[in-house]
Structure formats: C-alpha cells, structure tokens
C-alpha cells in the first residue's frame, strides 16, 4: 500500500519561499503521476500542479504559474514543490496525492493522499 507523507511547510514572509516535499513509502513512485493540491479555509481543494509518473510533463494552476515548480527525484521516492514569490492568498493545508493514471489537477482521479502541511504566508 502506497503512503504519501508532507513536509516542509511552514510559516514564511509574502515574498519569501519554501520547498515542500512528498516522500512516498510502501511502494516506488515510478509508475505514479503525482499531484498537488491545496485547501484554505472555508474553499474547496483545488489543484495546484501536477507532474507524470517520469517527470515529463508538468501542469499549473494559472495562480502559481511562474512561481511554483514541480519536480521529482524517482531515485529518492520523492516529488518536490518549490513555491517563491509566496503570496498570503497561497495559505492553504498542502497535500500530494498519486494516482496510476495520467497527470491530472483533477482531484477526484487520484488514489493515495497524504496528510498534509500547513503552509501560512503572513508578514
């Protein structure tokens, strides 16, 4: 059984930026497209970026495109999300999620989540 765990998060400046990572146990992260979504208070989650099981293709929600960048180290069982240029409107839980399927930002397509981190962008 895959198990997904986050961390990274934190509390950081507008401005500033963190690195978020998604270590995957259980089983490898090769076969996977992985996802990452966010959820603030009171919304919906909603995705944030996604990247396919070799790390190929990638996708972005228009809100973190330019500033927020999605990559994986398959060999470290691991996807990154590095976030610069935080706003206070990118507050949210992070999670990641993988599915066997193609990357999507589509959350109800994806199997396995994990946890979450908190990540709060507050002067």
């Known amino acids: 059984q895959l198990q997904l765990v986050e961390s990274g998060g934190g509390l950081v400046q507008p401005g500033g930026s963190l690195r978020l990572s998604c270590e995957a146990s259980?089983?490898?992260?090769?076969?996977?497209?992985i996802g990452w979504f966010r959820q603030a208070p009171g919304k919906e989650r909603e995705g944030v970026s996604c990247?396919?099981?070799?790390?190929?293709?990638?996708n972005y929600a228009d809100s973190v495109k330019g500033r927020f960048t999605i990559s994986r180290d398959n060999a470290k069982n691991t996807v990154y999300l590095h976030m610069n240029s935080l706003k206070p409107e990118d507050t949210a839980v992070y999670y990641c999620?993988?599915?066997?399927?193609?990357?999507?930002?589509?959350?109800?397509?994806?199997?396995?989540w994990g946890q979450g981190t908190q990540v709060t962008v507050s002067s």
């Open positions: 999620a993988a599915t066997w399927g193609l990357a999507t930002m589509k959350r109800t397509l994806y199997d396995y």
């Open positions: 259980g089983s490898t992260l090769d076969y996977y497209a």
């Open positions: 990247i396919s099981h070799s790390g190929g293709n990638t």
